[in-house]
DNA sequence: TTGTACGCGTTATCAA
DNA sequence: TTGATAACGCGTACAA
């Protein structure tokens, strides 16, 4: 716990000298240098961290907030952002905002780590209203991933919900279905909205009328999956085939789907996706892409404060036909 | 960006009594207290909390390092780790390890991290060599998880690694099997080296002799994994059945054992491991214990630091038997 | 009840 | 090349 005054004291020079080995300040003679550096190593000196950044005014931190870590689209998307961080001598500070149950928990959440005079901040939100964030966002930068900020200008790096919706549906369309059920969690999700939108503009392309019933949510846990599925299975719906609108949903229908298999696509690749019998067709997003982009446009951002950067990046997604479609 | 003197100078006060309003001191008249809190309000300031922490000494951070966010199992002991901090008023700061591929990333890491004066440290290494830990060790708290430091007291929470590995094996056994081959990634991890005991001691109970050829390893990846699972196949070798180390290497496994089926038997659950065909049949640990008793531990320790506290603590396992110990 | 003085560890400024 | 001084924002000790 030697501090810089007593590497100072020991070496008979001042603590600027001691900061200027340091930082590898050129304007100091090498004796003075290697005195210097001989006090740091006897004392075990570790330079404090805080004070350093207490000192700059900015702590050499990117927090990252996201739903839930253990779902591996967030990890992936925290594991890219910690990489570009690291690439750009940043450290990571992470939090789970939980699924979007208590609305209030982001705020709170985010607050305390924007206290922290972060570098930047990466949030894939669970929640819709961030006009509060405002007076933040005005002194650091802030980017959304995987959905775009309610009510604030901010940087966003989302995919292409609807599109990939759109295919995935479509794809069930073009094997012949025609009562195709929609599978979510809630639609108060943005992305979720706009992936309905992409099903039923699939629907209407094939001039098949959207039918309400045909809508079956809080399928994010396994009963809530079974009894969603349970319901479009039933004579009336006489549903044949499944568009599963996000990988906790699809990731919940699976026991259910397994003992009594139905068409099925899915918005969201997930892990073993490809080993499940069937094994399901997805649209894939790139959620390193997304992180990796967002924590890169923190760096410039904080780098080049008022270069003009596109707020919104779409990326593309990619359907990836396996056999769950043809069952 | 108001600071507390701007705060005391618009209400016509001291610092010091902005900072008693905010830390809720009874000693200001609640005239004051209303004429500070209204210049709070109108110069929207906001607590620098670096400052508070730069201050205090300590950061009201927790440190939670793992090789891979991205595996279900570390992702469950991070967000343990996370709630427990959360209940503490502490903050999370992540870092990735690696898989131990390169064996000096650990240190850059945690030394990285360890520079900020955190509250406690958890971890869960992908390397041996903890000695060099040992001066930081002396200063702020430190828990490994999942393995054991080398060359280190610290604590240590960790499940029956042996024990479940015997359990695992010895239903193979039970089902009949005689050759049953090892799956798993590299021996280094001493993790991975107790299961093979735990194997081998299975073996001895049930008088089978231990065959080095039956030990495949390098399987953590798919490919790594098939080639591992066709060498034990080969007539000579004749394996009918396998236990598999660890769960990277099952999930890596999962192609391989669904086109070519075996019994199979694994450490380690993972999700939709009951979904797939066959079911896999595990020992299941229990990540989301060993992240809070971890992080609790930290806190108990921060709290009273010379209180006599067990080193090591050791969950149990529990084998899950499903349908791919008798394909 | 309120205020003054000082220090946490580091670095920028300016002078020597 | 080196050092003295001040400052970052807050909280502790003590005084009034």
Redesign the pocket.
């Known amino acids: 716990?030697a501090?810089?005054?007593e590497v100072a004291a020991a070496a008979?020079?001042?603590?600027?000298?001691v900061?200027?080995v340091?930082?590898d300040d050129?304007?100091?003679?090498p004796?003075?240098?290697a005195r210097v550096e001989g006090s740091m190593r006897e004392l075990a000196y570790v330079?404090?961290a805080m004070?350093?950044t207490?000192?700059?005014?900015r702590s050499p931190v990117i927090g990252v907030a996201v739903p839930d870590l253990v779902d591996p689209f967030f990890a992936a998307i925290v594991t890219a952002v910690e990489e570009e961080a690291l690439a750009n001598d940043l450290s990571t500070l992470v939090t789970s905002l939980g699924h979007g149950q208590d609305p209030s928990r982001e705020r709170v959440a985010l607050e305390s780590v924007l206290r922290r005079q972060l570098s930047g901040l990466v949030v894939a939100p669970s929640t819709n209203d961030h006009a509060w964030l405002e007076p933040w966002a005005a002194r650091i930068p802030i980017a959304f991933v995987d959905r775009a900020p309610g009510d604030l200008e901010a940087d966003a790096f989302l995919q292409d919900d609807r599109g990939g919706a759109r295919d995935a549906t479509s794809h069930l369309i073009g094997h012949g279905h025609r009562r195709i059920g929609f599978l979510g969690d809630s639609l108060s999700a943005p992305t979720i909205a706009e992936r309905l939108e992409g099903y039923r503009e699939a629907l209407a392309a094939a001039g098949i009328p959207f039918d309400d019933d045909l809508v079956a949510l809080g399928a994010a846990t396994r009963p809530g999956a079974a009894d969603a599925l349970a319901r479009l299975r039933e004579p009336n719906p006489g549903v044949t085939a499944v568009f599963s609108s996000d990988a906790r949903c699809t990731m919940a229908a699976m026991p259910t789907v397994t003992a009594h298999p139905i068409a099925l696509t899915a918005f969201g690749d997930f892990p073993l996706a490809d080993s499940l019998t069937p094994a399901i067709t997805v649209v894939a997003q790139d959620p390193a892409t997304l992180g990796r982009l967002a924590a890169a446009r923190l760096v410039e951002r904080a780098a080049h404060p008022d270069r003009a950067l596109p707020r919104r990046t779409v990326l593309p997604v990619t359907l990836i036909e396996r056999t769950s479609c043809r069952v």
């Open positions: 716990m501090t810089m005054r008979g020079v001042s603590p600027k000298t900061s200027r340091l930082n050129p304007h100091v003679s004796e003075t240098r330079p404090n004070a350093t207490f000192r700059s005014g």
